[in-house]
């Protein structure tokens, strides 16, 4: 199947969700980093999924000479609804792939490595039975609380006048309410658990360095002293939380099981040849540095997509430098600088009234035009009625 009959085979023509031009562009492209700018209504969870079965289903095509396993299909997006949504798209254009093709039906959609981060490092960890994961609990948030709750010498022994500086210094991290009830009082066990947690959080997805902060002393000094306490707690109880995960999951790709997990065995595993990533602009650096290990097999076969000005989520750590700064983290990491780059401008959502003003508050904020707050030479978005031909429906 060629990547038009595909296209056929899901949107027949006349239909208005066919792809426009530049969606075209995205779902020919052949191999190597894609940086794909999608702005708001612009369609980019349908292209990532025509793309995610392009990969899958064509061949003989000039993008692309043989399918590519499903298996060896890396897609990973920011929440379980959206990985769901994905998962639910690619389920139903599968059926209209076999009406068009029965003999596609031999190819198994249900290899393909597809959900949250978290929850494909958790699977790709316990399926390598890797060595630092075996026999681990993986927590959720509440359970880590209550773990970090039972367990923290800063809370079960807690001392009102040699802590009080510790947590004062950590004020800002506290809910407003949380802190102002204490007045000049140790915080509650429970608000201090909540809040170390962020702490711990930060310090492993921003990939802190550990001996400058001891270095740093006072209580920087004591938190680190509080985070190994907390990383041993993790091992002596085999627990792990969704950060630890990540960073776990980093130290495995570097190790040689995890690097064949990656590049393959032959005759055994395929290993994995294609990254795709939505909602990059949420990425923090420890998943930038999982991303780019996953990715570094030739040709570099990683595709993101995102937009620089939705990034929602500095708050739980999102790193929206991730997403300005892609290029030059591609020369950093996969030694290359040829980066293919796809705007997605136009918006399928809003009316045109909306799109606009959309575009003049961004530009309102002198902070934006400075270098580096946003990618480089990025067009403004397009309304729906100013774009040419049919579209994709906005997703």
Not at 63 to 89: C, G, H, Y
Request: aromatic share 8%; proline share 5%.
């Amino acid at each position: 199947m060629k990547l038009q009959q595909l296209i056929d085979s899901i949107h027949p023509p006349g239909s208005p969700k066919r792809p426009t031009t530049e969606q075209e562009k995205i779902l020919a492209h052949s191999a190597g980093p894609a940086w794909i700018l999608a702005g708001p209504g612009s369609g980019k969870t349908e292209v990532l999924t025509l793309l995610a079965l392009r990969l899958m289903y064509v061949t003989g095509d000039t993008m692309q000479a043989e399918r590519v396993p499903a298996e060896s299909i890396f897609l990973t997006t920011f929440t379980d609804k959206a990985a769901r949504n994905l998962q639910d798209r690619i389920s139903r254009y599968r059926e209209r792939l076999i009406l068009a093709d029965p003999s596609l039906a031999a190819i198994d959609v249900s290899k393909l490595r597809v959900g949250t981060l978290h929850g494909l490092a958790n699977d790709l960890l316990q399926e390598a039975r890797a060595k630092e994961y075996r026999n681990v609990r993986l927590m959720d948030e509440l359970e880590t609380a209550m773990f970090v709750h039972e367990n923290m010498s800063l809370i079960r022994k807690s001392d009102q006048v040699a802590d009080l500086p510790f947590w004062s210094h950590f004020e800002f991290m506290f809910h407003p309410m949380a802190w102002k009830r204490t007045m000049a009082r140790l915080p509650l066990q429970w608000d201090m658990a909540l809040t170390l947690i962020k702490l711990f959080n930060r310090i492993c997805e921003d990939r802190k360095d550990l001996n400058a902060m001891r270095q740093a002393g006072g209580p920087i000094a004591r938190l680190v002293d509080l985070y190994e306490e907390y990383q041993q707690h993790l091992r002596d109880h085999h627990r792990c939380d969704f950060s630890q995960l990540q960073d776990r999951f980093l130290t495995f790709l570097s190790s040689p099981e995890g690097q064949k997990l990656r590049d393959g065995v032959d005759g055994v595993s395929p290993g994995i040849t294609h990254v795709l990533v939505d909602e990059y602009q949420d990425t923090n650096l420890v998943q930038e540095a999982i991303y780019f290990e996953l990715a570094k097999r030739a040709p570099h076969n990683l595709v993101i997509v995102g937009d620089d000005d939705q990034a929602m989520y500095r708050f739980r750590g999102g790193s929206v430098e991730c997403m300005v700064t892609f290029d030059q983290a591609c020369a950093q990491f996969l030694k290359t600088k040829t980066i293919a780059l796809y705007p997605l401008v136009g918006n399928f959502r809003s009316h045109k009234s909306i799109v606009e003003f959309c575009n003049a508050y961004v530009d309102a904020f002198p902070a934006m035009k400075k270098p580096g707050a946003r990618v480089a030479g990025k067009p403004p978005l397009v309304p729906k009625s100013s774009v040419q031909g049919n579209y994709l429906a906005a997703g």
